[in-house]
């Protein structure tokens, strides 16, 4: 059985800490700054040979070389501080989702037992049906909604109680939503787009993510609707 003093020990830890920091200040002390660059190249043209002395055109270059890289330090240092405070102003403006309504591409739900699960369709033009499908983790289908003909719309909106088709209450779990349209002979899968209220918003690597409830982690990018 491994004890507690396999562990790193806490003097160990600082150590290391310590060597990391120490490594970065040393970086940062062998960096040239502008100051540095121009004492330098004062000293090159004072100890130049005076038989063959700096051409004027490679002494300007030097300078205009040394500009040119720390203008881009400087440009890319005005971008980072511009992108941490978009950041900001984006994470403050989602945080006015917390409670409301959005509607995500996705077919499928984690079902909290309660209420009900809501959604839509886009009908495919020249469809002559659709039908959306519960189906719960066994694969069984225990609920069917369903439109045809003159009752199509642009869209098809279903409303799902959590009661199977002989009126029984479905268990909190996961479920997929299965929509197709049809034309004919012919059928066609379709992405429904699901309804949940967005419980918090966060900012990850990838950008700023919505917590809504039943479908879990949302790039606000995919978001197609806010109620």
């Known amino acids: 059985m491994t004890g507690i003093s396999d562990s ?17 200040n040393s970086a ?27 051409e004027s055109g490679e002494f300007l270059g030097q300078i205009a070389q040394f500009s040119t890289v720390d203008g881009i330090n400087t440009l890319n240092s005005s971008f980072g501080d511009l992108r941490t405070q978009m950041t900001s102003d984006q994470t403050l403006q989602a945080s006015g989702l917390i409670d409301r309504d959005v509607l995500v591409p996705t077919d499928s739900i984690d079902y ?8 839509r369709v886009a009908v495919p033009t020249g469809a002559d049906r659709i039908t959306v499908e519960i189906v719960d983790a066994r694969g069984q289908t225990v609920r069917t909604f369903a439109a045809e003909g ?32 049809g034309q004919g002979q012919s059928e066609l899968a379709l ?15 990838n950008g700023l993510l919505l917590e809504v409830a039943g479908l879990g982690d949302v790039p606000f990018s995919s978001v197609t609707r806010i109620a």
């Open 28 to 54: 940062e002390q062998n960096m040239l700054n502008q100051e540095d660059f121009f004492s330098l190249m004062i000293a090159q043209f004072q100890n130049q040979d005076p038989f063959k002395p700096m």
């Open 150 to 181: 003159s009752a199509l719309g642009e869209t098809f909106e279903f409303s799902w109680d959590g009661i199977s088709a002989d009126g029984v209450q479905q268990p909190a779990a996961g479920y997929t939503i299965r929509a197709r349209a």
């Open 191 to 205: 992405t429904p787009e699901l309804a949940g209220q967005v419980n918090a918003v966060r900012m990850d690597g």
């Open 8 to 24: 790193p020990s806490l003097t160990s830890l600082l150590g290391g800490a310590t060597s990391a920091t120490a490594a970065v």
């Open 112 to 119: 909290a037992g309660r209420g009900s699960v809501e959604g």
